[in-house]
């Protein structure tokens, strides 16, 4: 986030955050709320009630909050907006299911909205397992807390992941749906709020360069990359449950896809460019369980170094089955039907435990004619790649051939690179600032629409269908801190290409 100045703050609000007392609020939502103040972009009249099951006050649980905030911030924290931020918390105790609780909630947001004119506006941001979500919507709607009413709105922000196959996705959508309007849900997803990933409309569809060749006739292929070094860690019973495949693939992977593959909204609006984002998800091709196999590797990692620290087998963390087939890598070959990328194929691949960590989108462009360079030394043309960086450097790398000086014609491929810390002044950030801020004034572009969600899921479906009934055969491994195994290469080198360097 660069020149507020033009910028208005968010609207008055309450902020109420349920499960409050979880790492999601002290690592990231703090910070990004301390940032927004920071920034002027916060509201004046403005309130944060924390829900979570802890029976603490409301000054321990600022307590609390102050100390994360001083662990967790991304830059210098300004004692004064600090207290002022913090003078706006209070905490409610709340059980998910019991209907007293959200009486309790709602006696507080009264008691809240006296004291500080947030208009009635209240997000809901529901920082808890997914198991919650349905239960909780289901509470605000029965006591009257999710109506919309005299003018003030009503938003509920839910984190990922949004189901765990179709039919989960399906349900959770219905049950939302059932107690808040498509308009009122924001879909949230962190990877979102990077400013590369935002920026790729905009050097799509603002500049006259790129677009005329964004499409078969000029582009080969595509990859895309999240690559961690992080291992499961502590979270491998909850980890060993859904996979490399379920916790990436719908939603940030599906996500940068979807940006690189849309075609033009026909406004700079939130409809138009969600529904563009679901319709080229609709038009992945949906593979049969023998394609499915053939078009995708799933692999575990084994016992290796990762940037010099030793990793054990993935089956040997504490909470993972000794016999677990579920996958940390996950490479994929998919097509879109439709008349931009008919026969374009896109390379999706992330993993964990890997030698770097590197997320990246890759296009590469058809090879120029070699024909006029067929009487000179050259041997070969360098691969014309334009790369959007994500992390951990965000910025747009374009490689093209140039002339060595030098008597004789000798081409070599050469680079250019725009860093945004190079040309912006840009403040540490969390990532969650932008996406609070739009879930505040009500901008919907960077979340997901119901219709894109299931839309993912439907090609994730078939994937998990066919693994599931392979069981082991066709899981593959990897040493950690390598580049992933061998299966991931075969697959992307029997189309004649090869995957672009993690490190």
């Known amino acids: 986030m660069t020149d507020k100045s033009s910028v208005r703050p968010a609207d008055p609000c309450c902020f109420v955050v349920f499960g409050a007392s979880g790492d999601l609020t002290r690592r990231l939502l703090i910070p990004a709320l301390y ?17 979570a099951r802890s029976d603490v006050p409301s000054e321990a649980f600022r307590k609390e909050l102050a100390t994360a905030l001083r662990e967790f911030a991304t830059r210098p924290v300004d004692n004064l907006i600090a207290d002022r931020l913090l003078a706006c918390v209070t905490y409610v105790r709340s059980e998910t299911d019991d209907p007293q609780a959200y009486e309790r909630l709602r006696q507080e947001l009264e008691r809240v909205e006296t004291a500080r004119p947030t208009r009635g506006n209240r997000l809901f941001y529901l920082a808890t397992p997914p198991t919650a979500f349905a239960p909780i919507a289901r509470q605000l709607g029965r006591s009257g807390l999710a109506r919309e009413e005299n003018g003030a709105w009503r938003r509920l922000v839910v984190e990922k992941p949004f189901g765990t196959d179709l039919q989960s996705a399906r349900a959770l959508n219905r049950d939302l749906l059932q107690i808040f309007d498509e308009h009122q849900i924001y879909r949230i997803d962190h990877y979102l709020g990077k400013e590369t990933v935002q920026n790729i409309l905009v050097l799509r569809f603002a500049n006259g360069l790129f677009e005329p060749i ?59 460019v969600r529904s563009e984002k679901a319709e080229v998800l609709d038009a992945v091709q949906l593979l049969g369980e023998a394609d499915a196999l053939r078009s995708s590797v799933r692999a575990q990692y084994t016992r290796g170094h990762v940037v010099n620290q030793a990793v054990d087998d993935y089956r040997a ?17 998919l097509l879109i039907d439709n008349w931009r990328w008919a026969g374009v194929p896109f ?58 000086p030098g008597p004789t014609i000798a081409l070599n491929g050469v680079g250019m690179t725009f860093k945004y810390r190079d040309y912006f002044d840009i403040a540490p950030s969390t990532g969650y600032e932008t996406l609070i801020y739009d879930c505040m004034i009500g ?11 299931e839309a993912g899921w439907r090609v994730v479906q078939p994937l998990l269908d066919a693994w599931r009934h392979a069981d082991a055969r066709g899981l593959a491994y990897y040493q950690a801190g390598s580049s992933g195994p061998a299966e991931a290469e075969a697959l992307i080198r029997q189309d004649g290409r090869r995957w672009r360097p993690i490190v």
């Open 214 to 272: 964004w499409n078969r006739d000029h582009i080969d292929h595509m990859q895309i990359t999240v690559a961690e070094t992080l291992t499961v860690g502590r979270r491998g019973r909850s980890y060993d449950a859904m996979g490399a495949l379920r916790d990436m693939v719908p939603n940030h992977l599906f996500q940068l896809l979807s940006l690189v593959a849309m075609e033009p909204p026909s406004r700079f609006e939130a409809r138009a």
């Open 443 to 453: 901008d919907a572009i960077l979340f997901q629409r119901a219709d894109a969600i």
């Open 347 to 404: 390379y999706l691949r992330t993993g964990k435990a890997l030698e770097g960590r590197l997320t990246e989108i890759a296009i590469k462009f058809k090879q120029a004619p070699f024909a006029m360079f067929r009487d000179t030394p050259i041997d070969r043309l360098a691969q014309n790649f334009l790369i959007l960086g994500i992390q951990p450097d965000e910025c747009i790398s374009l490689q093209f051939n140039a002339k060595v």
């Open 317 to 333: 963390t504490n909470g993972v089955s000794p016999d677990s087939t579920t996958e940390t890598y996950v490479a994929l070959k």
């Open 35 to 51: 940032n927004l103040a920071a920034g002027g972009l916060l509201p004046e009249p403005f309130s944060l009630v924390g829900v």
